[in-house]
């Protein structure tokens, strides 16, 4: 079992940043891919960023250039730094971890972004 809380979440203004953070309960980055997803209200579950165990990225066409995914090791954490925000951004974030080789998956609670002036 896995247990991811993240955090970080809040209200901000357009133009502005965030960092979100997710905490896994016991060393899991060498054995599992990670993602951040996030869901608006009335759209479908969306993948924003993905991290492999290996360290390769990839990004939603709605967020390069602005979302950086990265992980530290030694905290067990994974992040997602969230520049230029706009209202569309607006959602319950969520971090995923999906085992690389039985594909088992886990999901943390999520974190509620909000972009408005």
């Known amino acids: 079992q896995v247990q991811l809380v993240e955090s970080g979440g809040g209200l901000v203004q357009p133009g502005g940043s965030l960092r979100l953070s997710c905490a896994a309960s016991r060393s899991i980055f060498s054995m599992y891919n990670m993602g951040w997803y996030r869901q608006a209200p009335g759209k479908q579950h969306e993948l924003v960023a993905r991290i492999t165990s290996g360290g390769s990225t990839n990004y939603a066409d709605s967020v390069k250039g602005r979302f950086t995914i990265s992980k530290d090791n030694a905290k067990n954490t994974l992040y997602l730094q969230m520049n230029s925000l706009k209202p569309e951004d607006t959602a319950v974030y969520y971090c995923?971890?999906?085992?690389?080789?039985?594909?088992?998956?886990?999901w943390g609670q999520g974190t509620q972004v909000t972009v408005s002036s």
């Open positions: 995923n971890a999906i085992h690389s080789g039985s594909l088992s998956s886990y």
